[in-house]
């Protein structure tokens, strides 16, 4: 079955970088919508990125800018650089994938396959 095995995560003060990693198996990135996501305690999750098989890539507007996704075909995995981090950034970010080519949109209920998660903490 897919894996998503997403890393990176930990804990920044404001202003700082993290990089979160997502290692793919049995999906091949490089055919499909790969996306990231986050949840905030009380708060729904959001689409913060997403990249189509071609790499044409979609950002959240508050994250436009500061937040750089990327993928790394022969690697299978999908990256997330994050600089310039702000408190209202922390959540737990989650990468998600669909079977289709071109990305579906930025609902939950439209991508298939998901990690487990990787928390994000930006302090004050």
């Known amino acids: 079955q897919v894996q998503l095995v997403e890393s990176g995560g930990g804990s920044v003060q404001t202003g700082g970088s993290l990089r979160l990693s997502c290692a793919a198996s049995?999906?091949?990135?490089?055919?499909?919508?790969v996306a990231w996501f986050r949840q905030a305690p009380g708060k729904e999750r959001e689409n913060v990125a997403r990249?189509?098989?071609?790499?044409?890539?979609f950002y959240l507007e508050s994250v436009k800018g500061r937040f750089t996704a990327s993928k790394d075909n022969a690697e299978n995995t999908l990256y997330l650089q994050m600089d310039s981090l702000q408190p209202e950034d922390s959540a737990q970010y989650y990468c998600?994938?669909?079977?289709?080519?071109?990305?579906?949109?930025?609902?939950?209920?439209?991508?298939?396959?998901w990690g487990q998660g990787t928390q994000v903490t930006v302090s004050s």
């Open positions: 049995r999906i091949a990135i490089s055919d499909v919508c």
């Open positions: 990249i189509s098989s071609g790499g044409t890539t």
């Open positions: 998600a994938a669909d079977a289709r080519r071109y990305c579906p949109g930025v609902r939950v209920t439209e991508y298939r396959y």
